[in-house]
């Protein structure tokens, strides 16, 4: 199908129509690996290539993808380490998606994908407040102390973390370990793990049990389905 370059930059989430035309005016966009200025250029939306600064622009749909990560894989495009990647248990899926957020290696549960770029802020950012809900398995037994630290917030590093909602799903003393329930809205490196060990507890296991409102009832452990236009719809209105 033709359009106007700038009508589908715009489309394609580059700019605004008339920001679009100001890149073409100035010499940034290419259609087929050649410069193009004139405003009135039309292409084809299924056979050019459209370059942006360098970058290609798609008009692929956009999509958004639950997976139910396992143990054992890392939460990147590629490895130089030659580590298995959550990219490879997303068989079937035609679009090209990028993680939203990460799960370390040791970490299973659920994990988020698109091509959305406004989608993926929505998520990660903490302005937007998104909660993200885990299951930890811990050597040493909190004390309600200990758990009302992390309600209020702890120093990790150089920084505080937001107040968590905490609850205490199970405590055994006799083996020295326990099972707790943590929600955040934050997400930084590896955080959940460094509050438990800012209290003085080993993390055994973790799992993210949800994104706001999803979970991943119904999604085998290692298999992945789409979002429904609701799930979305709720991401996008912070509808939590």
């Known amino acids: 199908m033709e359009v106007r370059l700038q009508k589908f ?7 605004s129509r008339r920001k679009s035309e100001e890149l073409i005016l100035d010499r940034k966009v290419k259609v087929n690996g050649k410069v193009v ?36 894989y ?22 090209k998606v990028v ?8 970490t299973s549960g ?14 990660t950012h903490p302005k937007h407040e998104t909660t993200k809900t885990y299951i930890v398995k811990t050597r040493g037994v909190p004390k309600e102390s200990d758990l009302e630290k992390l309600r209020r917030g702890v120093k990790i590093e150089t920084y505080i973390t937001s107040p968590a909602k905490v609850e205490l799903l ?3 003393n006799t083996n020295n370990i326990a099972r707790i329930w943590i929600q955040i809205h934050e997400g930084r490196n590896r955080q959940v793990r460094k509050m438990c060990e800012a209290i003085g507890l080993s993390v055994i296991a973790l799992k993210r049990e949800g994104v ?8 085998e ?12 719809k709720d991401i996008m209105e912070n509808n939590m």
């Open 37 to 72: 200025s004139e405003l009135g250029t039309k292409i084809d939306t299924e056979k050019d290539v459209i370059e942006v600064n360098g970058k290609i622009v798609s008009s692929e749909k956009k999509v958004y993808i639950l997976l139910n990560k396992p143990v054992g």
């Open 221 to 232: 452990r290692g298999k992945w389905r789409y979002l429904t236009e609701q799930e979305v």
């Open 99 to 106: 993680p939203v957020g990460r799960l370390d290696m040791f």
């Open 170 to 172: 199970m405590k055994d």
């Open 9 to 15: 930059m715009a489309e394609c989430g580059v700019a």
């Open 74 to 95: 890392v939460t990147t495009m590629s490895d130089e380490k030659e580590r298995p990647t959550v990219m490879e248990l997303l068989e079937g899926v035609k679009e």
């Open 212 to 219: 706001g409102k999803l979970n991943c009832e119904g999604v």
């Open 110 to 123: 659920l994990l988020l994908f698109s091509n959305d770029g406004e989608f993926v802020n929505k998520v």
